[in-house]
């Protein structure tokens, strides 16, 4: 296992793992382009933690693929809570069949 930047790499089914797409206490935000290009080099799959961005990022406030104006579909899994920005509870994992299963 590697880490790096906030990113968990695992060997052999390599996962990218990013536990804070934005940053509750500083605001920073992860430049997903960068991660996206790293995963799909290295054949990776992305995991992104979407607790303190969904519904708070991006122009339609839709999280960090907004907010960068990336594909959604080139993110693995996405997870997110609803008991920030939404203000309820529960939350979600999203993400392709495969993975899923
Ligand atoms: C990065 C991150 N992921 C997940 C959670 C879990 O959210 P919840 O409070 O809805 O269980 C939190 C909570 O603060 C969080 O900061």
Known sequence: ?????????HVPFMWLVHRMCCYS??????RLPDLIRL????????????????GATGPRGRGICDHWDCDP?????????F????????????GNKVCML
């Open 1 to 9: 296992m590697l880490v790096q930047n906030n990113c968990v790499i």
């Open 25 to 30: 206490m500083e605001g920073s935000i992860v």
């Open 39 to 54: 995963k799909k080099k290295y054949k990776a799959y992305l995991y992104l933690d979407e607790a303190h961005s969904i």
């Open 73 to 81: 579909k080139d993110v693995d899994i996405l997870m997110g809570t």
């Open 83 to 94: 008991t920030k920005s939404f203000a309820s509870a529960g939350g979600y994992i999203a």
